[in-house]
Every structure is written in structure tokens, then in C-alpha cells.
């Protein structure tokens, strides 16, 4: 596969789960906006052979270098982003749930579900949109939920996009995230205001916003729930004065609200 042919099967899944990423698209465009993608979200659990190196082989392989580490001790991850030499095409910024830091219930739930894996899935070249490999029930998913939202949303929808993340240095219609998320807001969307709307400073060389996640119908062993799936992002990079350069990594303690865009509990 080529790599217009992965994000093409990636959007495709993420706007099936994510339909306001499609509306939202459509209002760029009819603007005269041609988007383009800061980075793409993906998450896995650190165990199983489904890390972080797992979910970034296919962008490894075709070109993506590994770049920065972080670590987020109160949600309990570790997330690492790749970047191709096309600075034109959108980073992959790939976090994993510290299994080991969870309760003995919540890691016996993980633990059952990945003993679920058929031979091999680990190693699929698809495996970034695989979608869910395993029976998750809805006392699976509540448990979890208790405990953190990211394994819920893990065990609810398997491995695919968590979020797009649109550059909004590269639109030409909006002066910055202020003025994106007004016209978000009067376009019926709804913005994750946890940290407030927008997170991170100029001095952060970085700027986000996203919206609150979809919601939508899922299959938990028979049982349909509306949970929420995925959001949408928007990123506005600066320059580093140190580097003179624009800076392209992540900053922890804005990241760590944007994870909030899928917990359940709506905050305002
Ligand atoms: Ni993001």
C-alpha cells in the first residue's frame, strides 16, 4: 500500500465513526480550504506484542522516523511521534495504556481480551485501522471505564484513528483557533472546554483545540451502546525561537486534556 492509500482507508474508518469530521471537512472546503493533517492519533495497550512499535511499523515502513517520547503518568501512558521527510504529510503520534499500572481486575479484563487475538494481528500491516479483534462485553466496558476511559474506549473500539488533527497553519480563511472555534460553535459543534477551549500558549509554540467526541452506536456482545468515539483536533504550530524553526512536537500538559475529548462525563 501506498501511504495515500493508508490515510485514505484511515479517514474512510474515521469518518464512519466520526461523522462530524466529515461535516466539519465540507464547511472547510466549501470555504475554498484545502486541509491538511498536523497529525493522526492512534492508541493500543503496552502488552500482547501490540505496543507502540506494533501500531507504528506500517508508517516505519513506509518512510515514518521516530521522533519524540512522552510520558503521562496520571492517565497512565507512554506516547512516542513519527514523522515523514514530507513535512507536507501529517505526524503519527501513537500513545500506549501502562498495563501494569492498572488494578488486578482492570489488567484481567485487558489480559481476556487479548487473549482473544487471532494469530498474527499484532504483525498485520493494517493493523492501525483493525478495528476491534476481540469480545468485549458491556460490564468489561463499564469496569474499565471506572478505572480509565482510555482502556474503555480501547476494549469498545479496537484499533483504529482516535483523531485527526487539521493544521491550521495551512488554512488560509481562519486567523487562529480563536476564530476556528467561534465558527465551529455557530456551526452547531461542540468544543472540549476541559483546560479551557484552547491549550497551550504561543510560548508553547503550539496551540489545540478539539472538538467532543461522536457519539455513536456500538455492538458489546449483543448489547447496543451509544458511546463516544472519536473528535476532531486542530493545531496551530509556531516557530521555536531557539531552533528557528517551527516546532513540531507535542506538549504534555495540553495532550493530556485533549484525552479528555472522549470521557464520557461532559465537562463545559
Ligand atoms: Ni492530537
Known amino acids: 500500500m501506498t501511504l495515500a492509500e493508508v490515510?485514505?482507508?484511515?479517514?474512510?474508518?474515521?469518518?464512519?465513526?466520526?461523522?462530524?469530521?466529515?461535516?466539519?471537512q465540507r464547511l472547510f472546503a466549501a470555504r475554498g480550504e484545502h486541509v491538511q493533517n498536523d497529525h493522526v492519533a492512534f492508541r493500543t495497550?503496552?502488552?500482547?506484542?501490540?505496543?507502540?512499535?506494533?501500531?507504528?511499523?506500517?508508517?516505519?515502513?513506509?518512510?515514518?522516523?521516530?521522533?519524540?517520547?512522552?510520558r503521562f503518568a496520571d492517565k497512565k501512558l507512554i506516547a512516542k511521534y513519527w514523522q515523514h521527510p514530507d513535512r507536507t504529510?501529517?505526524?503519527?503520534?501513537?500513545?500506549?495504556?501502562?498495563?501494569?499500572?492498572?488494578?488486578?481486575?482492570?489488567?484481567?479484563?485487558?489480559?481476556?481480551?487479548?487473549?482473544?487475538?487471532?494469530?498474527?494481528?499484532?504483525?498485520?500491516?493494517?493493523?492501525?485501522?483493525?478495528?476491534?479483534?476481540?469480545?468485549c462485553t458491556r460490564a468489561d466496558y463499564e469496569a474499565l471505564l471506572a478505572e480509565s476511559e482510555y482502556a474503555a474506549w480501547l476494549a469498545a473500539f479496537g484499533f483504529r484513528v482516535n483523531h485527526f488533527t487539521v493544521a491550521v497553519n495551512t488554512l488560509t480563511t481562519f486567523s487562529g483557533l480563536r476564530e476556528l472555534g467561534a465558527f465551529?460553535?455557530?456551526?452547531?459543534?461542540?468544543?472540549?472546554?476541559?483546560?479551557?477551549?484552547?491549550?497551550?500558549?504561543?510560548a508553547d509554540h503550539l496551540e489545540q483545540s478539539s472538538t467532543r467526541a461522536d457519539t455513536v452506536a456500538v455492538d458489546l456482545a449483543g448489547e447496543t451502546l451509544l458511546l463516544p468515539s472519536c473528535y476532531?483536533?486542530?493545531?496551530?504550530?509556531?516557530?521555536?525561537s531557539a531552533t528557528g524553526e517551527v516546532f513540531h512536537g507535542f506538549v504534555p500538559a495540553s495532550a493530556d486534556k485533549i484525552f479528555e475529548s472522549t470521557d464520557v462525563a461532559t465537562t463545559t
Not at 101 to 121: K, W
Not at 184 to 202: D, S
Not at 232 to 240: C, H, L, N, T
Open 45 to 70: 495497550f503496552d502488552c500482547a506484542g501490540l505496543g507502540l512499535a506494533a501500531v507504528a511499523a506500517p508508517f516505519e515502513r513506509l518512510g515514518y522516523l521516530e521522533r519524540d517520547r512522552y
Open 184 to 202: 465551529l460553535v455557530a456551526e452547531g459543534f461542540t468544543l472540549n472546554n476541559a483546560g479551557g477551549a484552547i491549550k497551550g500558549t504561543p
Open 89 to 135: 504529510l501529517p505526524k503519527i503520534f501513537i500513545s500506549e495504556l501502562c498495563t501494569a499500572e492498572l488494578s488486578p481486575e482492570a489488567r484481567a479484563i485487558i489480559a481476556n481480551l487479548v487473549t482473544q487475538l487471532p494469530a498474527g494481528f499484532a504483525d498485520r500491516a493494517d493493523l492501525p485501522w483493525a478495528g476491534r479483534p476481540w469480545r
Open 232 to 240: 476532531y483536533e486542530f493545531a496551530k504550530r509556531y516557530v521555536d
Open 7 to 24: 490515510f485514505a482507508a484511515l479517514w474512510s474508518d474515521y469518518v464512519a465513526m466520526t461523522p462530524q469530521a466529515a461535516r466539519i
